[in-house]
T-cell receptor, first 111, second 117 residues
Framework: QKEVEQDPGPLSVPEGAIVSLNCTYS??????FMWYRQYSRKGPELLMY????GNKEDGRFTAQVDKSSKYISLFIRDSQPSDSATYLC???????????FGAGTQVVVTP | GAVVSQHPSWVICKSGTSVKIECRSL??????MFWYRQFPKQSLMLMAT?????????EQGVEKDKFLINHASLTLSTLTVTSAHPEDSSFYIC?????????????FGPGTRLTVL
């Protein structure tokens, strides 16, 4: 079993819809959670960084963490074609900041 | 802030030659840098963790004599692919953190696409 599970998609939504992404993890020691966006042939870009259980909002993005269920989510409101990318969840696994990534979910927002 | 650059962005080389990729943190001191490779439609695979002034720690299955990593300063790490072969063709991405204990985030470079003919 992988430490971090993420559905690779693709997930196709119409413009303006809410995009819902999630990851599950198995190691209860994970405390820091991130969501990255990666466009084709580019490096990942940090979108959201969360520590505690609950919600964190930044513009059209909302990140949720449920440590009791080992489940994290990312919601994108009012999705735009420019949101079409691969979204990767990631968790810090040691004191040096080493990350464990999910497989990445490909999102396609159609006009 | 937190900008990481890579050079070159794209390189083609002949089989058997060596290629050096540079990773720089432009506006912060990176005590720790990470090197990843990524194949098409796959997630990032960590190759090694590099701490300034010390030897890199390689992940299982990564040949340290083939992928030489040097982290000589707080803003520069290099990855040298020695005696490159076509199967080394991939997208190589570096990232950097300021290395504070606990939950420091990684900031990624734009990646380097290596094609070995």
């Amino acid at each position: 079993q992988k430490e971090v599970e993420q559905d690779p998609g693709p997930l196709s939504v119409p413009e303006g819809a809410i995009v819902s992404l999630n990851c599950t993890y198995s190691n209860s020691a994970f405390q820091y959670f991130m969501w990255y966006r990666q466009y084709s042939r580019k490096g990942p870009e940090l979108l959201m960084y969360t520590y505690s259980s609950g919600n964190k909002e930044d513009g059209r993005f909302t990140a949720q963490v449920d440590k009791s269920s080992k489940y994290i989510s990312l919601f994108i409101r009012d999705s735009q074609p420019s949101d079409s990318a691969t979204y990767l969840c990631a968790m810090i696994t040691d004191s040096w900041g080493k990350l464990q990534f999910g497989a990445g979910t490909q999102v396609v927002v159609t006009p | 802030g937190a900008v990481v650059s890579q050079h070159p962005s794209w390189v083609i080389c002949k089989s058997g030659t060596s290629v050096k990729i540079e990773c720089r943190s432009l506006d912060f001191q990176a005590t720790t840098m990470f090197w990843y490779r990524q194949f098409p439609k796959q997630s990032l695979m960590l190759m090694a963790t590099s701490n300034e002034g010390s030897k890199a720690t390689y992940e299982q299955g990564v040949e340290k004599d083939k992928f030489l990593i040097n982290h000589a300063s707080l803003t520069l790490s290099t990855l040298t692919v020695t005696s490159a072969h076509p199967e080394d063709s991939s997208f190589y991405i570096c990232s950097a953190t300021s290395g504070r204990a606990g939950g420091d985030t990684q900031y990624f470079g734009p990646g380097t696409r290596l094609t070995v003919l």
